[in-house]
């Protein structure tokens, strides 16, 4: 038997979270069974915790859409028993049981091997938040990314806060987006070299094109806050968006693209191709300094999930939870 988080859902369609004990032979079909060790909290996690939000198919539920862990069984060729694994996207933790459990079993190819240089708590205080982060940065210097700047909204969330410390430490200048004040300094301490209050740049402008301020974006907001943006980007520069926290509709004007150029860059972390993940992680291991990551880990249990969940969907998470699922 084993620990594992379930969601559950009544016949009035109102959804519960607690632990649970399972056994080996409610997982579901899977290549390989990995003891997971550590998960971690995705904005994502608190929708699938709680009310849905749609992205979950059959109840009961197990989420968590990141696991890193030892495998303990494999049918494949791919890995073997006491491998190390990371796993995020492929709808893990949606429409498939997810990691915050103490044993999962999934297909191999969900599967991305450790980074040498990273620990399974490393790679979960990283996890779909700092992945996407990494995969945003890498398609920005892949358009290249200009003088100037780097903008990064949402800052003191899960993505931004690795975003700010990724770039800082590539020696790029990072102005931080946030609208919690009190978080200053901790996005100062990732590197941050500017702080710009969100209602400075969240307010609506009629005005297609603003002053050229920003060499590059990584975007964790949507909604009229990137509109805003894209009309003050530098000729030629690129936003990579990640998210819609601010809301999944854009009032923007073509005007950006025609004059200066100006590139939106869709950034997708779930359906990644392996090679482009092995990438990423390779990248992260190198380019992520450990004692930032280390400054932005929020210890957790399985227990402490569901009042997680509804945390970070109000905004009120910090950094990287990283869960450890067998504390």
């Known amino acids: 038997m084993f620990k594992a988080l379930m969601v559950e859902k009544d016949a009035e369609g109102k959804t519960s979270a607690a632990v649970q004990q399972l056994s080996l032979d409610q997982l579901p079909e899977g290549d390989v069974t990995v003891a997971v060790e550590y998960s971690t909290v995705n904005y994502k996690d608190g929708l699938c915790i709680g009310p849905g939000g749609g992205l979950v198919r059959n109840y009961p539920h197990v989420p968590g859409i990141d696991m890193a862990g030892t495998v303990e069984a494999s049918d494949t060729e ?60 890498m398609a920005l210097e892949d358009h290249g990314i200009k003088d100037g700047p780097v903008l990064v909204t949402g800052a003191a969330g899960g993505v931004g806060s690795v975003a700010t410390a990724i770039l800082a430490n590539l020696g ?19 590197g941050a070299t500017q702080i710009v209050a969100r209602e400075e740049i969240n307010e609506i402008t009629r005005r297609p094109l603003e002053a050229e301020t920003w060499g590059g974006c990584v975007d964790a907001v949507g909604g009229e806050m990137l509109a805003r943006i894209l ?41 990644q191709p392996y090679d482009n993940r092995v990438r990423a992680w390779a990248r992260i291991a190198k380019d992520l300094p450990m004692d930032k990551l280390e400054a932005m880990i929020q210890p957790a249990t399985l ?15 910090k950094g990287r939870v990283v869960v450890d699922v067998n504390a």
């Open 78 to 137: 791919c890995y073997k028993v006491g491998d190390k694994v990371v796993l995020t996207g492929w709808r893990f933790g949606e429409a498939y049981w997810g990691g915050y459990t103490q044993k999962a079993r999934v297909k191999a190819e969900w599967l991305v091997p450790l980074p040498e240089g990273l620990t399974t708590r490393q790679a979960m205080a990283v996890g779909t938040a700092g992945f996407t982060a990494m995969l945003a940065v």
């Open 231 to 271: 009309g003050q980007m530098k000729y030629g520069a690129s936003v990579a968006a990640v998210g819609l926290a601010g809301g999944a509709g854009m009032p923007a004007s073509v005007i950006p693209f025609l004059l200066r150029g100006v590139n939106l860059l869709g950034i997708d972390s779930v359906m």
């Open 172 to 190: 790029y200048e990072v102005a931080a987006v946030t609208g919690r004040p009190e978080t200053a300094d901790y996005l100062k301490s990732l």
């Open 303 to 317: 227990e402490d999930l569901p009042e997680l969940g509804r945390d970070i969907l109000k905004g009120r998470v």
